[in-house]
């Protein structure tokens, strides 16, 4: 045991070693991280904390930006109302509509996913665009929830997307362009890619 306390005692005597020469690797091989440079065998490992971080900031990013919008709470707890049929739980999000009537959007609403099972907006639009008109008058009320929810805006990037669009065209060097040429086809078209001539 004291041979043991002596050996562990004892001050280790290192020589340092030479390493590999560094210089002729590109200093982007190096690793950026604080402490010791090391080179990184694949260009793949050497990008991967980064990347790993990059991702980590958008996603945080994102979830701060759209977690805490009170608009887009009011959408999604509208579009439960609709996907659920739960008119009674979300009856103050409800109370925000005044063309919306409680009262009778909870039966509407029962009658009509008794025979249609809908999960999302987009379902109940098509069953909607199913009914004769003398059925879909039967669910005006559902009918009036379903267009409340197509013409909301989730986010304002539809509308940003006009004045993107308009700055891409109305450069400095056209300023002299007057306002019947600006909104003709071509500028609008570059607006709503979806048009077609």
Known sequence: MANLQLIVNAPMLLT??????TSSLQPRFFATTKGARYPSPLVSEHYRPIYVALADHAITELTDRFSNIPGLKTYQQLENVLTSGDV????????????????????????????????????????????????????SQVCQLIRLLLVSPAA????EWSFSALRRLKTWLRTSMSEVRLNSGPSAMSTHCCWTV
């Open 16 to 21: 340092p070693t030479k390493g590999a020469k």
């Open 156 to 159: 304002s990037a539809q509308a």
């Open 88 to 139: 009674f739980v979300n009856e103050a999000v409800l109370s925000l509509y005044p063309e919306l009537d409680p009262g009778d959007l909870a039966p509407q609403l029962k009658m009509f996913r008794r025979t249609r099972q809908v999960s999302s907006l987009e379902q109940a639009t098509a069953e909607m665009k199913q009914l004769i008109p003398a059925v879909r008058a039967e669910y």
